[in-house]
């Protein structure tokens, strides 16, 4: 076998037994990121899904593959054919013990099922962020800068957010400021390794906060240009879009999840003992939006 290409029969195997991801080796690694990124620029920024049966929706990871080693014991039921979609809100690495590994999972799924997983961007998708909070060391400390280079071209191709047609919305921060009509979104340009001011509705969509506080937008604690947003603002938005449930990630609520403005917004985070002692969830939706949070380990 040709050691940079890996073989379906291999990634189904890496997928079954998570533990095994780090056998790839660099070749590997590389043949990975090149072929999800061909999948994943081919989305639109903004995906749409119809869907008859359950989703699974999976909050920040932040290298926390133990947590990802439960949710793979969630999604492996029925030959992976218990929920019709799984869908990640982004923020794979950065922060976590497990951060290579974690990322390259997700990588793995997303080439083996490349509709039924869908991988959304996060905020700490950029390499400004991985400078400071550690995927950039770990990747140049293990196998150099040309592969971190390799990952910084992939974060771009990463779609930004998602509606079905049962009117669940969801991206990784939240509502920005001048999005008017969600098809908005296909406007952006999204092809860059890192997002600032310049890119402000899609710097927004990575980074922004809700809070009960306040009716409209106010200034982040976050940084320049990213705001918090509330309750008339989102109110305003949901029905403008005809959305009934929004589902964001970002933040590390104590209990892994947390309601806003009357449970028409839910934000999930699905890395456990981030902070210390938080609990992690996902959420599984099924078509009449019944909402179930698991936790996870
Ligand atoms: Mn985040």
Avoid at 18 to 23: A, I, M, T, W
Avoid at 33 to 62: C, Q, T, W, Y
Avoid at 176 to 198: V, W
Avoid at 226 to 240: M, N, P, T, V, W
Wanted: aromatic residues 12%; contains cysteine.
């Amino acid at each position: 076998m040709n050691n940079s290409i890996i073989s379906r029969k291999k990634i189904k195997e890496i997928i079954d037994n998570p533990d095994k991801v780090s056998e790839l080796s660099l070749n590997n690694i590389k043949f990975l990121i090149s072929n999800a990124r061909e999948i994943l620029k081919k989305e639109p920024n903004l995906i749409k899904i119809g869907h008859s049966g359950k989703l699974l929706f999976v909050g920040d990871i932040h290298g926390n593959f133990e947590s990802l080693v439960s949710i793979q014991s969630l999604i492996s039921r029925n030959e992976y054919n218990y929920y019709e979609k799984i869908i990640f809100l982004g923020d794979f690495v950065d922060r976590g013990p497990m951060q290579l590994e974690s990322i390259n999972y997700v990588l793995l799924l997303k080439i083996y099922f490349p509709n039924k997983v869908i991988l959304l961007r996060g905020n700490h998708e950029t390499t400004s962020m991985n400078e400071y909070y550690g995927f950039y060391n770990v990747v140049y400390g293990r196998y150099g800068q040309e592969l971190y280079n390799n990952y910084s071209d992939l974060y771009g191709a990463f779609p930004l957010a998602l509606i079905t047609e049962s009117r669940i919305f969801c991206v990784h921060g939240g509502l920005p400021e001048n999005l008017e009509k969600i098809e908005q979104i296909n406007d952006l340009n999204r092809f860059l390794s890192d997002i600032d001011i310049d890119n402000l509705m899609l710097m927004q969509l990575i980074w922004n906060d809700p809070t009960e506080d306040i009716q409209f937008f106010t200034d982040s604690f976050r940084g320049i240009g990213i705001k918090l947003f509330g309750e008339k603002a989102f109110r305003d938005f949901i029905s403008r879009n005809n959305i009934k449930l929004f589902i964001r990630a970002h933040e590390a609520f104590l209990q892994g999840y947390k309601y806003f403005f009357d449970n028409k917004l839910l934000s999930i985070f699905s890395a456990a003992n981030y902070r210390a002692g938080n609990q992690a969830h996902v959420v599984e939706i099924n078509k009449n939006l019944d909402i179930k949070l698991i936790k996870i380990g």
